[in-house]
Structures are given as C-alpha cells and as structure tokens.
C-alpha cells in the first residue's frame, strides 16, 4: 500500500494494457503476475536442479578415476529419465576383500534423506574376527522402496 511499492515496471505495465486491449478483466490481469516469492522459488528449484546434475556428473567422474587407479574398485549407478542419481552402490578394494573374510553378518543400515539432494545413504556393515564393525560398502538412493533395495 506504500506508493512506492505502486510503481510498475514497463513489462508490466505493457502486459496490463495488453490484456486490458484484449478485454481481460483487471481481477484476472492481477492473477497472471507471480509474485516475487514465487519468483524466487522457481529460480532456487532450477538452480538447484542443475546443480544436483552436475554434483551427479561429478561424483561419476570421481567413481571412474577410482576405478582407473584401482580395476577392484566396484561402483554401480543407475540415472534416472533426467540423468539425476537414483541408485548408486561402490565399495574399494579394502572393503571387498573385508567382504571376503567377515561374510558371516552383515547389516544394512539407511539414514533420513537429510543430505541436500535427498538422498538416503545406506551403508553395508560386517563384523570382523575381533567384533569391530568394518566398512563393506556404501550406498545413495533416491527412494526407499524395494526395487531399490534389490
């Protein structure tokens, strides 16, 4: 209500003159225009998507620089449609052959998406000869479902 909040900038007001040209109600021009909030949040969900591609593409190039300085380091990926992470699995070389040893049990645990792509991060855990907990392997997944459990 402050007058300066009553000015408009010339897009806007070409389009108010446009549709009023047209016959368009003033109530329904005033629906047509977002407001800046709603600016903002579109603007953060695009960024953040195109971050998240390319934090995806990056940690792929990662896992296969691991497995070119080591052929037993083990990843497995699984994009989504939009080439985003929905599955990726790895363990390295030590934590296989940890696997080999301490077969015996195994747990799986999963965390809260509570990282900033939400993801879940699963972890496989064994036991080893002197009851430690020794690392398997990781996990990241988009959903928490059985397909992606399997």
């Not at 953040?48 to 990056?58: P, T």
């Not at 696997?99 to 049990?105: I, K, P, Q, R, S």
């Not at 996990?139 to 399997?150: G, P, R, T, V, Y």
Request: glycine content about 2%; charged content about 25%.
């Amino acid at each position: 209500m402050l007058k300066q909040h009553r000015l408009l900038i010339m897009f806007v007001r070409r389009t108010i003159e446009n549709n009023d040209e047209v016959g368009i109600r003033p109530t329904k021009i005033y629906q047509s225009f977002v407001t800046q909030q709603d600016v903002r949040n579109y603007i953060m969900r695009e960024v953040r998507n195109i971050f998240e591609l390319d934090h995806a593409k990056e940690f792929e190039k990662y896992l296969l620089r691991m497995k070119e300085k080591n052929q037993n380091f083990l990843f497995e990926l699984e994009h989504k449609f939009d080439h985003s992470i929905k599955i990726i699995f790895w363990a390295n070389a030590r934590s296989r052959v940890a696997y080999e040893y301490f077969e015996d049990v195994i747990s799986f645990d999963t965390t809260d998406n509570t990282n900033r792509y939400n993801l879940v991060f699963g972890s496989f855990v064994g036991v080893n000869h002197h009851s430690h907990s020794t690392l398997i392997g990781c996990a990241l997944m988009k959903n928490e479902d059985i397909q992606s459990f399997k």
